[in-house]
């Protein structure tokens, strides 16, 4: 019988599953992803995490909870520390398995690798592969077919987002299934900056992609720019930003405003981020200074209500169509 990993569709799911998918599928296990977020998800979520955590790991903590309850033999909780040289995520990450094993009562093994790239890829990287792959077999060529499957995958997704895709259309042609994109000529042209778990989630955002095309807008995020674009951005200001995907929003959003490929940006930030509170005023800072393309910016929490986020995208949406005519 296959072993059953469970993934949390949470934090940097939306930004790393499909390597992820490949790596356990190619050494003989199946993957389970927990559910998407809903109600109960979210309320396991807050009643076992400190009040002072961030929505996204309250989030992240229910979906454990979702898969432990669903019989899997081992939940992937990764410590990430760096997903790039010289530059780290946000510390919450890196306790994150300790945290899970501290506050969920019998959970089923966790697989905690480390995902350490401050450095680069070295041995460490290929050692630590290689202590979680040997929980599946002892075949070490196996192992490194796995990890470079996982590799190829990755690649091909970041492609299908570069190409314009969000991650739940990328995941899903990946998985086989036929995803027809609706053609976008003519609409508002909008900048959705935020982390991928909070601007993807679409419980916890409201499903706001929807919403926007709904009041005749399409998405741009920073997923789909260049390198060389948020590379740009990011370099515009004084000093470096430390953490990767702060730098990402930063660079993101200055590249927009400085090449007006868009109409209209939307900033979307959890409640109880320390990061984003800086990283949302910096952004904010220089729109406002330049005042030639609107923001809007959107803080969301376990009690976000739907009605106020549509009144003030709608609001948003007739000010840029509004400012298109005059
Ligand atoms: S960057 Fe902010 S939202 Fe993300 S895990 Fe850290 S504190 Fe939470």
Redesign the pocket.
Known sequence: MDIKVGIPRA?LYYNFYPAWKVFFNELGAKVILSQKTNKKIVDDGVLNTVDE?????KVFFGHVINLKDRGVDYIFVPRIVSVEKRRY?????LGLPDLIRASIRDIPPIIDMEIDLYRGYNRNVDREIDRVGMIFTKDMRKIRKAKEAAIIAQNNYEKHLKSGLIPREAIRIMEGAKVVKAPDSGLLKIGLLG?N??IMDEYINMDIIKKINDFGGTVITADMLKESDIEYGASCYPKDMF?T??REMLGAGRYMLDSGIVDGVVIV??F?????SLIKEMVEKEYKRRNTIPILSLTIDEHTGEAGIITRLEAFMDLLRWKEVV
Request: proline share 8%.
């Open positions: 934090l955590a961030c929505l996204p790991v995520l946000c510390a919450k990450f982390h778990y909070n953490w995907y702060g930030t959890a109880g981020c320390g990061p984003d």
